[in-house]
């Protein structure tokens, strides 16, 4: 995998995917053999969830791309322990979010002059990307067997249809 992505390359990898075998047949390839194509293959798949789940947790867009290659560079070097190769893209979901966490830095937060009036509502709150990371810990803490059609439909815009054929149901 290429050491360092330029937005406009990022860009045209989160646009593609292509068909062809499984997510689990492609893993053991590059498990096995470490195939480049494999491995190139799986990217493209799956490189607009990864991105999208780093670009929800991290404002910073380098930040996000460092946590995007991150996330892969962890599947290369585990490929061959990952116990269930047809949930790759809930645990690439995961390993994305967690990578997107440990990267993100605390913000300084200025002092306020004045307190800010009660809210009514809780919601009212929350930041839409506050909300965000709120789904995204719920979603993670779904058993692996619901995340998984979550992250196939929800996150990376599969069809349900589409969502099943690769789960297999």
Same mark, same amino acid.
């Given at each position: ?10 860009g ?20 096995? !053999? ?11 798949? &799956? ?14 867009? &380098? ?16 490929? *061959? ?17 967690? !990578?997107?966490?440990? *990267? ?7 002092t306020?002059? &004045? ?20 789904i ?34």
């Amino acid at each position: 995998m290429t050491a360092n992505f330029r937005p406009v390359e990022l860009g045209r990898l989160v646009g593609s995917a292509d068909l062809g075998p499984g997510d689990a047949e492609l893993l053991r390839r590059y498990a096995a !053999t470490r195939d480049p194509e494999a491995f190139a293959v799986l990217v493209r798949r &799956h490189a607009r969830c990864v991105l999208g789940a780093c670009r929800r947790v991290l404002a910073d867009p &380098h930040a996000a791309e460092d946590a995007f290659q991150a996330t892969f560079l962890q599947l290369a070097r585990k490929a *061959h322990t990952l116990r269930t190769p047809a949930a790759l893209t809930a645990w690439l979901y995961r390993t994305a979010r967690r !990578t997107a966490l440990r *990267h993100r830095r605390p913000a300084t937060q200025p002092t306020p002059t &004045h307190r800010p009036a009660p809210a009514r509502n809780p919601l009212d709150l929350l930041t839409a990307r506050e909300l965000l990371a709120t789904i995204e810990d719920e979603i993670d803490r779904l058993p692996e067997s619901y995340r998984l059609p979550v992250v196939l439909c929800y996150i990376d815009g599969l069809s349900k249809g589409a969502a099943a054929e690769r789960l297999g149901l």
